[in-house]
């Protein structure tokens, strides 16, 4: 493909409601890591694919934080009950497999919880 | 807790001066270490990176960055910078203990004046 693609690229939630945040890695990318970036701030890891396994889910800041790649390509990062809190550029990457590989960035999703 | 600095979180600059933008990192252990550029309204993008050898790393755009084991840092250089260099600047690390992820220090905004 021709580079990491997200939807929807600006989110506006009020506070409570559900948000899906969708990410479509390169093709053939089996590497698949989702980051936060509030204002200001340098992107913070939230959690790692390898394929539809998830590695490393320890960035999650909460149990309302959920992420599946059910088939190892598309990715879903979803938000319940939606806080103010959670206002921030959801980043997704996706990189080959080997260790030191460069992570690509996708545009981000711009959220803001009302 | 591992953890990447950026000493300077804004640096402006006249157009055609050189410029250093400091990172530091927490831990001696094995790391790669990445610099990304991100542009307004834009994904991140990688300047460079550094996996072994030669410590002395170019970059793409005339960027320039040196790993001191040492001093456990990586800063970045350009000797003559452009107007549309303006953008914000990120250090990260991936320390190899923790897996593929990476860890971004706060990022430095270069505004480049004429």
């Known amino acids: 493909g021709a580079g990491v693609s997200q939807s929807p690229r600006y989110k506006v939630a009020k506070r409570g409601q559900d948000v899906a945040l969708r990410c479509d890695p390169i093709s053939g990318h089996v590497s698949l890591f989702w980051y936060q970036q509030a204002l200001g701030q340098g992107p913070e890891f939230l959690t790692y694919?390898?394929?539809?396994?998830?590695?490393?889910k320890s960035g999650l800041p909460s149990d309302r934080f959920f992420a599946e790649r059910p088939e190892g390509s598309v990715s879903t990062l979803k938000i319940q009950r939606t806080q103010q809190e959670d206002s921030a550029v959801y980043l997704c990457?996706?990189?080959?497999?080997?260790?030191?590989?460069?992570?690509?960035f996708g545009p981000g999703t711009r959220l803001l919880v009302l | 807790a591992q953890s990447v600095t950026q000493l300077d979180s804004q640096v402006p600059v006249f157009e055609e001066a050189p410029v250093e933008l400091r990172c530091n990192y927490s831990?001696?252990?094995?790391?790669?270490l990445f610099w990304y550029v991100q542009y307004p309204n834009q994904g991140l993008q990688l300047l460079l990176k550094y996996l072994s050898g030669s410590t002395l790393v170019k970059g793409i755009n005339g960027f320039e960055a040196e790993f001191n084991k040492s001093q456990t840092s990586f800063h970045l250089r350009k000797p003559s910078v452009h107007i549309s260099d303006t953008a914000e600047y990120f250090c990260?690390?991936?320390?190899?203990?923790?897996?593929?992820?990476?860890?971004f220090g706060g990022g430095t905004r270069v505004l480049v004046k004429p």
């Open positions: 694919f390898q394929n539809e396994a998830q590695l490393d």
């Open positions: 831990s001696s252990v094995s790391v790669y």
């Open positions: 990457a996706s990189s080959l497999e080997l260790a030191g590989e460069t992570q690509y």
């Open positions: 990260a690390v991936t320390f190899k203990a923790a897996g593929n992820k990476l860890t």
